[in-house]
């Protein structure tokens, strides 16, 4: 099995509606991240959280919010979803120990119409 | 703030080439910098990473070195293979968080 779960691996949407990304982890990371990535931008952060009670904005955070429901779930939020809110969104996680070798899932692909 | 640039691609090379794909980095201090791969349908595995000034990271035939005076952590292999087809991101690390590069896409044909 995945060590870095991803649900649902692709979704379409309308402009409007509230939709939420899950992420499971089995690794026992403290550390766990939310990118996007869109084609010619690379990966950007939305948000991360160091552990349940520590949630920090990345540098895309606006018009997303997370939760960190346990030390193995992240989920991410779109209140109300904008076509320019489609592209690839990854969860990540990381050791406290060493954060920089980070494991990430394989991706939800989301298209807002 | 901290940025790291990559060449644009795709890079197109045959079976057995040699590789080069350049990333260059802006950076306050000395940040950790590594190479991330993203096979097609996938999320991105760690390839190689270097801590500190001169250090070569390898892995899996790949190599690159931490040069701080040219502030460069270029990707070299000196035979790709069909199955390197991917894209390769160049990141850095200030402190606790990945910043990554745009991404080269590399395509190997037979």
Redesign the interface.
Known sequence: DAD?TQTPRNRITKTGKRIMLECSQTKGHDRM?WYRQDP??????IY?S?DVKDINK?EISDGYSVSRQAQAKFSLSLESAIPNQTALY?C?TAPGGD?????????TRLTVT | GDSVTQMEGPVTLSEEAFLTINCTYTATGYPSLFWYVQYPGEGLQLLLKATKADDKGSNKGFEATYRKETTSFHLEKGSVQVSDSAVYFCALTPWDKLIFGTGTRLQVFP
């Not at chain 1, 010619?40 to 952060?45: N, Q, T, V």
């Open positions: 870095v991240y010619g931008l690379g990966l950007r952060l991360y160091f990345g990854f990540a954060p920089y070798e980070q494991y990430f899932g394989p991706g």
